[in-house]
């Protein structure tokens, strides 16, 4: 069955209240948990406009081989907010990304 609504800022906002400081989630697993699969892009382009991005955690979103992904204030900001939430990295690639990422089963 297709979803018939289209995706809305407020329910990708309020799924980013989710995600537990010290863990991630993929563009496409977020896409995916809101009924979306086929829609990464289209949450990246939410999360860029997201007017908050401390209090709604967009930081908190990265690529799904576990690379840091884009950011409204830079990936060396994104890694330095991720770093002092407690995750480690090698380059610009988390360390333990599988045990750091939430699924979709997670965020349902």
Known sequence: MKKTST???????????????GRVTTYEDLAAALGFPRA????????HNNPNPIVVPCH????????????????ARKK????????????????????????VAELR
């Open 40 to 47: 990464s892009r289209a949450i990246g382009r939410i999360l």
């Open 7 to 21: 995706l809305k800022a407020k329910e990708v906002y309020d799924m980013l209240h989710h995600i537990p400081e």
């Open 80 to 103: 330095q907010i991720l770093t002092q939430e407690g995750v480690r990295f090698f380059g610009n690639s988390m360390a333990n990304f599988s045990r750091l990422r939430l699924t």
């Open 60 to 75: 908190r979103v990265v690529m799904s081989d576990g690379t840091i992904g884009g950011y409204a204030f830079g990936q």
